[in-house]
């Protein structure tokens, strides 16, 4: 499979691709992806350095005849999301990921690619392997813990840096620019309830919603996507009067749409015929409500041996309530920029199993007086439960500079380049960029890259020609990089 990618062009940056997806690289577990790059580094006998937190300097001296130009900061980050489908046997700390080659698509085997933000790092490991690409004095960036709270970027040193320019290479479509991000905040929540025994003349299910897209909480968020937590919720609140809980399991990853979510529940005998009916009734109905979004919503559905533990009844009310009732998806649409979701929520992952209730979310807002109200809003439905609610990971936003030099330059590069303008916007991910902007005030930045699909999710892919463009392009960025402010 990867022999397929190392054939695909540019390959300085495929085989990089491919060399780097076989090195596992979850967040917070990138000690093997740190060697690897340092190995890198070293064997090209270029400068390299690791700060205090893992973050990858390796500098490069400017080309010939370019020692006049700005330093230029290439930055991309090392870690990546880990998902994978239920069916798939796969083992993320172990294995390789698993590359297939599809038409104009690059895709991995039932699990997240790695494109997010391999190919950024796999592009600046081909510049800096490269003997024949012109370019001023670079400052290779590779910060770790990018995905599940930007530790890298928050605890960068920035006595590392000179440069004058950054180009983040994160943003996933080709044909824009971002000049600005969102900020986001986690909500993690915990709950202890009352359980009580199992009673008898039940019948119990393991339910599972399944099937749904996911993706990105941020760049998918307004896509009108389900997420699986609020489908079960949904679920069990409109199921039969005396259904009980016994366990809920749903989502996982803080910055993922979840796309599973599995319950243990039990109803009564004579309302088993009912129950089943609605298990039907529901899933076509969800189906039907997401058409043409969702396509292969599915709910499945198992008997088994009942656990010897339920919810109490009061408490499976007010924590489906919770569910319930918490906000998910858009919240707040930018007034300043026309279809730029300013203000979000995401229910990222609901967990109820012996005696503790137990949820996660993350809010997103380029705003900060609106993200800390939208942290305010899903607070204030867990303190009406009465749970414990911590909230932390605050990172800022990304202010747009419509008057950045580098954004100048490089829109009439766009332009004359691709014979058309670029979409020059701000996005609802949460880049680098904003907290990498209070390190280096004075450092003038840039997003762009090429187009990926459905990161965060198995059906993650990078679009080959994309990548032929975004290449070409940034060779032209780095040869046109101006001079040096005297």
Same mark, same amino acid.
């Given at each position: 499979?990867?022999?397929?990618?190392?054939?695909?062009?540019?390959?300085?940056?495929?085989?990089?691709?491919?060399?780097?997806?076989?090195?596992? *690289?979850?967040?917070?577990?990138?000690?093997?992806?740190?060697?690897?790059?340092?190995?890198?580094?070293?064997?090209?006998?270029?400068?390299?350095?690791?700060?205090?937190?893992?973050?990858?300097?390796?500098?490069?001296?400017?080309?010939?005849?370019?020692?006049?130009?700005?330093?230029?900061?290439?930055?991309?980050? !090392?870690?990546?999301?880990?998902? #994978?489908?239920?069916?798939?046997?796969?083992?993320?700390?172990?294995?390789?990921?698993?590359?297939?080659?599809?038409?104009?698509? !690059?895709?991995?085997?039932?699990?997240?690619?790695?494109?997010?933000?391999?190919?950024?790092?796999?592009?600046?490991?081909?510049?800096?392997?490269?003997?024949?690409?012109?370019?001023?004095?670079?400052?290779?960036?590779?910060?770790?813990?990018?995905?599940?709270?930007?530790?890298?970027?928050?605890?960068?040193?920035?006595?590392?840096?000179?440069?004058?320019?950054?180009?983040?290479?994160?943003?996933?479509?080709?044909?824009?620019?971002?000049?600005?991000?969102?900020?986001?905040?986690?909500?993690?929540?915990?709950?202890?309830?009352?359980?009580?025994?199992?009673?008898?003349?039940?019948?119990?299910?393991?339910?599972?919603?399944?099937?749904?897209?996911?993706?990105?909480?941020?760049?998918?968020?307004?896509?009108?996507?389900?997420?699986?937590?609020?489908?079960?919720? *949904?679920?069990?609140?409109?199921?039969?009067?005396?259904?009980?809980?016994?366990?809920?399991?749903?989502?996982?990853?803080?910055?993922?749409?979840?796309?599973?979510?599995?319950?243990?529940?039990?109803?009564?005998?004579?309302?088993?015929?009912?129950?089943?009916?609605?298990?039907?009734?529901?899933?076509?109905?969800?189906?039907?409500?997401?058409?043409?979004?969702?396509?292969?919503?599915?709910?499945? !559905?198992?008997?088994?041996?009942?656990?010897?533990?339920?919810?109490?009844?009061?408490?499976?009310?007010?924590?489906?309530?919770?569910?319930?009732?918490?906000?998910?998806?858009?919240?707040?649409?930018?007034?300043?920029?026309?279809?730029?979701?300013?203000?979000?929520?995401?229910?990222?992952?609901?967990?109820?199993?012996?005696?503790?209730?137990?949820?996660?979310?993350?809010?997103?807002?380029?705003?900060?007086?609106?993200?800390?109200?939208?942290? *305010?809003?899903?607070?204030?439905?867990?303190?009406?439960?009465?749970?414990?609610?911590?909230?932390?990971?605050?990172?800022?936003?990304?202010?747009?500079?419509?008057?950045?030099?580098?954004? #100048?330059?490089?829109?009439?590069?766009?332009?004359?380049?691709?014979?058309?303008?670029? #979409?020059?916007?701000?996005?609802?991910?949460?880049?680098?960029?904003?907290?990498?902007?209070?390190?280096?005030?004075?450092?003038?930045?840039?997003?762009?890259?090429?187009?990926?699909?459905?990161?965060?999710?198995?059906?993650?892919?990078?679009?080959?020609?994309?990548?032929?463009?975004?290449?070409?392009?940034?060779?032209? !960025?780095?040869?046109?990089?101006?001079?040096?402010?005297?």
């Amino acid at each position: 499979m990867s022999n397929d990618v190392r054939a695909l062009e540019p390959k300085a940056i495929w085989e990089n691709f491919a060399d780097l997806n076989a090195v596992p *690289r979850p967040s917070k577990k990138e000690e093997r992806v740190i060697q690897f790059m340092v190995d890198f580094g070293n064997k090209l006998g270029l400068k390299t350095e690791t700060d205090k937190v893992g973050n990858i300097i390796i500098k490069k001296p400017a080309t010939e005849g370019m020692e006049d130009r700005q330093t230029v900061i290439l930055q991309s980050h !090392v870690d990546m999301v880990h998902q #994978k489908n239920n069916d798939t046997d796969f083992d993320f700390d172990k294995e390789g990921i698993k590359m297939i080659v599809d038409g104009d698509w !690059v895709k991995a085997d039932g699990t997240t690619l790695g494109a997010d933000n391999g190919i950024g790092v796999s592009t600046i490991m081909g510049i800096l392997a490269s003997s024949d690409i012109p370019h001023p004095a670079l400052e290779a960036m590779f910060t770790v813990d990018e995905e599940t709270g930007m530790t890298g970027a928050k605890e960068l040193d920035p006595s590392f840096y000179e440069g004058t320019i950054l180009l983040n290479l994160d943003t996933e479509d080709d044909d824009e620019i971002s000049i600005g991000c969102a900020g986001g905040i986690d909500t993690n929540t915990t709950y202890e309830y009352e359980e009580l025994y199992s009673i008898e003349g039940v019948s119990t299910y393991k339910i599972e919603i399944k099937g749904l897209k996911g993706g990105h909480s941020g760049m998918d968020i307004n896509s009108g996507r389900a997420n699986a937590n609020k489908l079960m919720g *949904r679920f069990l609140v409109e199921a039969v009067d005396n259904l009980m809980i016994h366990e809920l399991n749903g989502g996982g990853l803080r910055n993922a749409i979840p796309r599973e979510s599995v319950s243990i529940i039990s109803v009564l005998f004579e309302e088993i015929k009912e129950f089943e009916q609605y298990i039907k009734d529901a899933e076509k109905t969800y189906q039907e409500e997401y058409v043409p979004v969702e396509k292969s919503i599915e709910i499945a !559905v198992t008997k088994i041996d009942t656990p010897p533990k339920m919810v109490a009844g009061h408490e499976k009310n007010a924590m489906l309530s919770a569910i319930n009732a918490v906000h998910n998806g858009v919240f707040k649409m930018s007034l300043k920029f026309d279809d730029l979701v300013e203000t979000s929520s995401s229910l990222a992952q609901v967990i109820i199993k012996d005696g503790v209730f137990e949820t996660k979310s993350l809010q997103r807002s380029s705003v900060e007086t609106t993200k800390a109200d939208i942290a *305010r809003t899903i607070r204030s439905v867990f303190y009406l439960l009465g749970a414990d609610v911590e909230q932390s990971g605050d990172y800022p936003g990304w202010e747009p500079n419509p008057d950045s030099p580098i954004l #100048k330059t490089m829109r009439s590069m766009y332009k004359a380049r691709f014979n058309e303008e670029p #979409k020059v916007m701000a996005c609802h991910a949460g880049l680098e960029c904003g907290i990498l902007g209070k390190h280096l005030p004075n450092v003038d930045m840039i997003s762009f890259g090429p187009t990926i699909q459905h990161p965060h999710s198995p059906d993650e892919c990078v679009q080959i020609s994309s990548v032929q463009k975004f290449w070409g392009f940034l060779l032209e !960025v780095l040869k046109e990089t101006p001079k040096k402010v005297s």
